[in-house]
C-alpha cells in the first residue's frame, strides 16, 4: 500500500496521550498505520496527496457498544413507549424470535449494511453483542455472524432469561455449553445486571466463568435503576459498565477508585426517555468515560456518534473536547485497544506514529461543529486501517 | 412535464384535511402538482415511476423559520455558551459585521449552500429573514438576497438595536426608509420583541407599520423569559409567534382563542441549554404548533428537521403524527401556504390532489424511523414542485 499524505488539516485532535490541538496540520499513513504527524509546511511527500482545504481531522469513532445481529421490527414498541409507557426488558423476546428465524445470509447482511451505515457516520471500530439467540446454536451462530461481521464481539447470553426457563438453569446453561460455543468467536463477555434480567450472584457467576474461560469482562448496569452492576463490574476488573444512569456516591467513588470505564449512552436514555447518564459528575470525580451508540432495535435503534457526540455537549454537559475523547479513545479503553498495555502499535482512538490510521475527515472547520450543527451530516471522508473506506463529494482531494 | 407515479409506498401520510395514513399507496404528480393519491392497486399509469419498495411518503417539510443571509463564523461564542456563559443578543453584531463586509456573490452562494443542504434532509420550503444588516442599505441587499435564494423571506430589521443607535430612532428608520427599502422583496415582517432587544410598544410600532405596508407578521417571543410577544402577535393577528419557550396561562389563553400558530424550535432550545418550549401544553390547549430550524450561526447552526422532528418526539412529547404534522403541514399554516384561505390550488404542508407536489421519500416503513433512529440519514428522494430535486443510491427507480 502506498502512502497518503492528508494535508491542510485546520484543526487536528490526536486524542493520544499528548492530546495535543494542532491547526494547519498534515498526516502521513503508510499501510495501515500513521506514520507522520506534524505541521503542513514540514510534511515529507507521499505518493497520494489529499488536501484537507481547512478541515478538522479526529480519530474515527470507536463504537464499543452495539447489538447489531438481529432481525424484527419493534417500531411498535417504540411507538407504544413514546405515547407514555415505559420501558421492560421483555421486548428483547420478539427480536429473539425474529432473529433465530432469519437465515445465517440474511444476519449477516443485515450487520453488514448496519456496519456501513456506522462507517458512513465516522466509526471506524464497532463492537458488537450476541444476546438475541439465548440459546446454545443461536448464541453461537449470532457469535460466529458477529465476529465476521463487526471488529470485535461480545458474549451477552446472559441478555435475559427466556421466558419459561428457570433463571439458575438459564445461568449454568451461559456458564457451560453456551460459554464453550461462543469461546472460539469473542473475545468479551457482557451480562444485564438489573432489576428483571440477572440478579448480582448471577451475574457475578456468568463473568467469573467467562474470565475463566479467558474472556474480557463487560456489564450492562444501573440503567433503569440503582443496584449492583457499577459496583460489580469494578470489583472483577470489566473493561467497562455500561448505561451508568443511576450512580450512587458508592458507585461513584468504586469507579474512581477502580480502572473500568463508565461507558454512556445518550441515544438509548433518549429514545428510553430516561434521566441523562451523569457523565460530567463520573468525569468530575475522574472516571474515564466513554461514549457509545448501543445500536438495537429496541432501545436505541441509531449507530449515528455524531448524534450521540452532539447529545453529549449539549444536554450532558460534556466539552467538545471531553465528548470527543469519550467516543473515541476512551472507547478504546474500554475495548482495551488504546494501547497502553503495550507500546501502543496498531493502537486506535487516537492519532499518533505507529496507531491504526482510522481517520475521519470532517466537513467543517473544526470538531466543535459536531455540537454547534446537530443533524447535519459532517462527515467528508473515512479512513479505516489506512484505506479510505467513506468519502462525499465535497471531500475532494 | 411528464407525469410521475410514485407507487409501493408503505405508509403514506397525507397531512391535509383528511389526515389520512395510507399502507401500499400510489401518488401521481403531474407537472408541479399532484394530481391523484390511492390504492396502488388501483393506481393509473404515467410517464415514470418510482418504485417506493415500501418506504414511507411525506409532505417536503416546510421550515417556517431560519436566518440563511449571513457569513462570519460564531463557533467560539457556541463554545463559550457550552463552557457555561449565558446567551446574550449581542452576538448578533457579530454577524452583522461579516454579514457587511461580504459581498453579493458570497452572500448569495452561502445562502445557495445552505438551501441545498435543507433540501438534502427533505425540506421542499423554507423561509428565509434578514436581520443581519440592521441598516437600511443592508436590509434592502439582505431582503433581495433572501428572496432571490429562499421560497420567502421575511423582514427582520428589528432583530437588534444596534449599539450607539438610540432605539427609538432605530425603529423609526426600520418603520420608515428600511421598510420602504425591503418592501419589493418580502411578504412578511418579524420583530424579536424580548428584554434586549424591543419593547412591546417598540414591537407594536414595527409591525403595525409593516402591516400598514401591506406585509405579514411574525414574531419572535417569550424565548428568554416571560413577556408580550405572544400576546402581541395574537392581538395583532400574526400569523406565527416563534420560540414561545416561556408561556403563562394568559399566553396559552390567547394563543388558544386566536389563530396566530405558535412555532417552536427544538434545534435552539438545545443549543442554548434553554427549556425546551411546552409543545406538548400547547397542542393540548388546542393551539396550532409548528416546528422549524430556526437555522442561524448564533443559537441554531442547524437546518436538519429530521433533527427537529425526532427532539419533538424523545423529548418534547409529541407523537410522530403531531411532529410531523407540525413540521409540515403547520409551518405552511404559519406562512399562509396552507391552502385554507382559497380552494387549495398550489398549497404546501400536505398531500392532496391539486397541492404542489413537495413530497419526502423516506429510506424507512414509516415515519415512526424519524423518531425511532435519530442521527441517522433518512431521506431517500425529494421532490420540490413535482420535480426530483434529491436522490440518494438507495433510493433506487
Known amino acids: 500500500m502506498s502512502a497518503t499524505l492528508i494535508t491542510r488539516i485546520g484543526e487536528l485532535m490526536t486524542v493520544d496521550d499528548e492530546d495535543r490541538v494542532l491547526r ?3 498526516v502521513v499513513i503508510d499501510g495501515d498505520r500513521i506514520a507522520w504527524i506534524g505541521a503542513a509546511a514540514e510534511a515529507p511527500a507521499a505518493d497520494d496527496r489529499v488536501d484537507a482545504d481547512g478541515r478538522a481531522l479526529l480519530p474515527g469513532w470507536v463504537d464499543s457498544h452495539t447489538h447489531l445481529v438481529f432481525d424484527g421490527d419493534r417500531t411498535a414498541e417504540f411507538e407504544a413507549r413514546m405515547a407514555g409507557q415505559s420501558y421492560v426488558a421483555g421486548g428483547i423476546a420478539v427480536t429473539r424470535d425474529a432473529t433465530r428465524a432469519a437465515s445465517d445470509e440474511r444476519l449477516s447482511a443485515l450487520v453488514a449494511a448496519r456496519v456501513r451505515a456506522a462507517r458512513a457516520q465516522g466509526t471506524t471500530w464497532i463492537e458488537t453483542k450476541t ?10 451462530r449470532s457469535a460466529r455472524i458477529a465476529a465476521a461481521g463487526a471488529d470485535e464481539a461480545t458474549f451477552l447470553g446472559a441478555h435475559l432469561v427466556p421466558a419459561g426457563v428457570d433463571p439458575d438453569d438459564y445461568v449454568r446453561e451461559v456458564c457451560g455449553p453456551m460459554l464453550d460455543a461462543v469461546r472460539p468467536f469473542v473475545s468479551w463477555a457482557d451480562v444485564f445486571c438489573e432489576r428483571g434480567a440477572f440478579t448480582a450472584e448471577q451475574s457475578r457467576e456468568v463473568l467469573t466463568a467467562a474470565a475463566a474461560a479467558g474472556l474480557g469482562l463487560r456489564v450492562h448496569g444501573n440503567q433503569l435503576g440503582h ?3 457499577i459496583r460489580l463490574a469494578v470489583e472483577l476488573g470489566a473493561a467497562s459498565v455500561d448505561h451508568c444512569n443511576f450512580v450512587s456516591d458508592a ?3 468504586a469507579l474512581a477508585a477502580g480502572s473500568t470505564v463508565a461507558t454512556v449512552l445518550p441515544a438509548c436514555d433518549l429514545s428510553t426517555r430516561a434521566p441523562l447518564a451523569p457523565a460530567r459528575r463520573l468525569l468530575d470525580a475522574g472516571v474515564e468515560v466513554a461514549i457509545a451508540s448501543n445500536c438495537n432495535p429496541g432501545t436505541s435503534y441509531t449507530s449515528s456518534m455524531p448524534f450521540c457526540v452532539a447529545t453529549a455537549v449539549l444536554q450532558m454537559g460534556l466539552s467538545v473536547h ?3 475523547r469519550a ?3 476512551a472507547g478504546a479503553i474500554a475495548l482495551g485497544r488504546d494501547g497502553s498495555k503495550g507500546d501502543g502499535d496498531g493502537a486506535i482512538g487516537s492519532i499518533a506514529v505507529g496507531h491504526r490510521a482510522d481517520l475521519h475527515l470532517l466537513d467543517a472547520p473544526s470538531a466543535t461543529h459536531l455540537a454547534y450543527r446537530p443533524g447535519m451530516p459532517l462527515t ?6 489506512g484505506r479510505l473506506v467513506v468519502t462525499t463529494e465535497s471531500a475532494s482531494s
Open 24 to 26: 494547519d496540520a498534515a
Open 131 to 140: 444476546g438475541y439467540g439465548l440459546d446454545v446454536a443461536s448464541e453461537a
Open 227 to 229: 443496584g449492583d452492576g
Open 251 to 253: 458507585d461513584l467513588d
Open 322 to 324: 471531553e465528548a470527543v
Open 327 to 329: 467516543a473515541t479513545r
Open 380 to 385: 467528508a471522508a473515512v479512513w479505516r486501517g
